[in-house]
């Protein structure tokens, strides 16, 4: 009997000490699963504290956005960024509006020019000094550019320059879809050509036109360039 007595005695510690270990494995267990949740939520509260540094604007800077409906960011772009804007009667239209939103810009339109005169006149604005590193050109207007034209102004441009080129809205003319396709495609195959697709945005706003349907009045001027600044903000701040 005594030995009967002290098997039961010893298989019951035997138990007893199983529990306390698991008890110990579930506590252990918890603790891990609180401290791993504590510092993913840290972690989440942290990711969501981080915040975009906020835009300084000068009074300039801030009468620019407002009055083109900018953001912030896109109006201090605009006035930091010295550019040389090139093209045709279309240009000469939409030259205030550069200027204003653009300070430190350099405009060059001509009424008739082709695209063939490009590649000359680049070579002659850069002799002058007057060459910036982003560059719009809005030509097409007067009929479609030839690829050999289009490859000699980017020769002369070079590879660090940026191009923004600005599709032409000349629903009139059998050449608009021409010209247009060639601006796709050189974009798709040079980095630094950048569309600024003023055809998709100003299809279906007759009243920014005159009544030939190509030269823009006011509000058309506004559209225009307001949509060179924003493809121009978002490349230089990607």
Do not use: C
């Not at 835009?55 to 953001?71: F, G, M």
């Not at 809205?169 to 050449?175: E, S």
């Amino acid at each position: 009997m005594p030995k009967h007595s002290a098997s039961n005695s010893g298989s019951g510690k035997k138990w007893l000490t199983a529990i306390v270990v698991l008890l110990i494995v579930i506590i252990a267990g918890v603790g891990i699963s609180h401290s791993f949740n504590h510092n993913k939520s840290t972690t989440q509260q942290t990711v969501t504290k981080v915040k975009p540094k906020p835009v300084k604007l000068s009074k300039a800077e801030k009468k620019t956005q407002k009055t083109y409906n900018l953001t912030p960011l896109e109006a201090k772009t605009a006035h930091e960024t010295k550019i040389t804007a090139i093209g045709d009667s279309v240009m000469l239209d939409i030259e205030p509006t550069i200027k204003d939103i653009f300070p430190k810009s350099y405009v060059d339109g001509q009424v008739g020019r082709q695209f063939n005169q490009l590649p000359g006149l680049v070579t002659q604005i850069k002799a002058e000094g007057h060459l910036a590193n982003d560059i719009v050109i809005n030509l097409g207007t007067n009929g479609p550019p030839e690829k050999s034209d289009i490859d000699n102004f980017l020769k002369e441009v070079g590879n660090s320059r940026q191009v923004y080129w600005v599709t032409t809205h000349v629903p009139t003319q059998p050449w608009q879809k021409t010209t247009n396709n060639l601006i796709m495609k050189t974009a798709q195959q040079h980095s630094n050509v950048h569309v600024v697709d003023w055809q998709a945005l100003s299809k279906n706003h007759s009243s920014w036109f005159a009544p030939d349907h190509i030269h823009v009045q006011t509000q058309g001027a506004k559209q225009y360039v307001r949509l060179i600044v924003q493809v121009l903000s978002k490349v230089k701040n990607q």
